[in-house]
């Protein structure tokens, strides 16, 4: 990855070549064997689509609007990306927070793709940029941006800002599924960016007290159309039928993903093979399919040693169904939810398995 930056700032307008050595700088950095798995897929994957983005930006054909627009994207999210990379940030809210720029990054795809309409395309940028503004602009600042408040039963809760920080990122996931619908693409980006033109203006210290909370009250309503569109979106889409192995384990890889690494030692405390008890386990990363009804996990361990480990299907998924319920099925995991509804579908008929709530609504 840092070769080929290395080789796309060669290229790049001299405005770029600052940010680009400091992405250069990040990536680097999590190479560091402690460097929790997620965060470095993240890192990488982000500077994935930032590289595409500065091979269209070196294109002497494209237009001088949108390489004006994909100049100021990368030097946003690479700023962005330095700041919740930093050594002060708390690592759940790292892991957090590099999943957002992650997921809302991948849109450049669309936002280059020749192909895209230009409405959508000023909505996708739009989304972009207030949504890497808001990360570096929380109330307590990035070094703290997940802050979390203790709930009435002592365990730890994310703050409204959080939540919507990380419905933004899943709909720009959803979004730049190219198996959803051009229609409902549209649609789910419309409410996306008056959503994080919202949480913008929220947490712009420019605007008046007055400005912030109005704009406060407006994103609850907001909010709650996006993550309706963000079912109906998702839900959509053409996909071919998964078997059990396969739809479980890219739904338990988009739970490990997106869900705090604390409520994941506690929802999986029992599922624990003995090997690694002693040790600890610092990551869940992702799940592989081993069989139709066993999975390989594969964690990173307190002493930064990367195991795997057989975990049966059936219990793992409905631990997992535990801390994702289905209000926030789609607006946490994005299009894997439908992963998730399709492994329910299977325990429920064929081995009378009831997950969670997963199939209270309208089923898979």
């Known amino acids: 990855m840092t070769t080929a930056l290395e080789g796309g700032k060669e290229h790049a307008p001299e405005e770029l070549a600052s940010a680009v050595d400091t992405l250069i700088s990040v990536v680097s ?11 470095r897929q993240g890192v990488i994957e982000s500077a994935e689509h930032l590289a595409s983005a500065l091979a ?39 892991s957090m927070l590099i999943l957002v720029v992650k997921r809302t990054t991948s849109t450049l ?4 793709d020749t192909k895209t309409p230009q409405k959508l395309r ?6 972009v940029k207030d949504t890497n503004y808001a990360l570096e602009r929380s109330p307590e600042g990035a070094r703290n941006a997940s802050t979390r408040s203790a709930d009435s039963t002592g365990s730890r809760v994310p703050t409204q800002e959080a939540e919507i920080r990380m419905l933004l990122g899943s709909s720009s996931a959803i979004v730049s599924d190219r198996r959803t619908p051009p229609g409902e693409r549209e649609k789910l980006a419309d409410v996306t960016q008056q959503v994080s033109s919202l949480l913008r203006k929220a947490t712009d210290p420019g605007t008046s007290q007055e400005e912030r909370s109005e704009a406060r009250k407006e994103l609850d309503e907001r909010t709650a159309r996006m993550k309706d569109q963000q079912e109906q979106s998702a839900s959509a889409q053409e996909r071919p039928e998964e078997s059990l192995g396969k739809a479980a384990a890219v739904c338990t890889s988009a739970i490990f993903e997106s869900t705090p690494e604390s409520a994941l030692m506690r929802g999986m405390k029992r599922l624990v093979p003995a090997q690694w008890e002693d040790e600890g386990v610092k990551d869940f990363w992702k799940a592989q399919e081993k069989s139709n009804d066993q999975l390989d996990v594969l964690a990173q361990l307190r002493n930064n040693e990367h195991s795997h480990a057989p975990f049966e ?9 535990e ?17 998730c509804q399709q492994t329910a ?6 081995f009378g398995i009831t997950v969670g709530t997963w199939l209270t609504k309208g089923g898979a």
Do not use: W
Not at 29 to 39: G, I, K, R
Not at 122 to 127: E, N
Not at 345 to 350: K, Q
């Open 323 to 339: 801390l994702v319920p289905h209000d926030k099925l789609f607006g946490s995991l994005g299009p894997s939810a439908l992963s």
């Open 313 to 321: 299907v059936a219990p793992l998924i409905t631990e997992l169904a």
């Open 122 to 127: 000023g909505m996708l940028i739009g989304i």
């Open 345 to 350: 579908s299977y325990l429920d008929e064929e």
């Open 109 to 112: 795809d669309l936002i280059c």
């Open 56 to 94: 269209v930006i070196s294109d002497p054909n494209t237009p001088r609007e949108l390489k004006e627009e994909l100049i100021a994207i990368v030097q946003q999210v690479t700023s962005t990306l330095e700041v919740v990379h930093g050594p002060r940030v708390p690592s759940e809210s790292r």
């Open 29 to 39: 950095a999590v190479e560091n064997p402690e460097t929790l798995a997620q965060d």
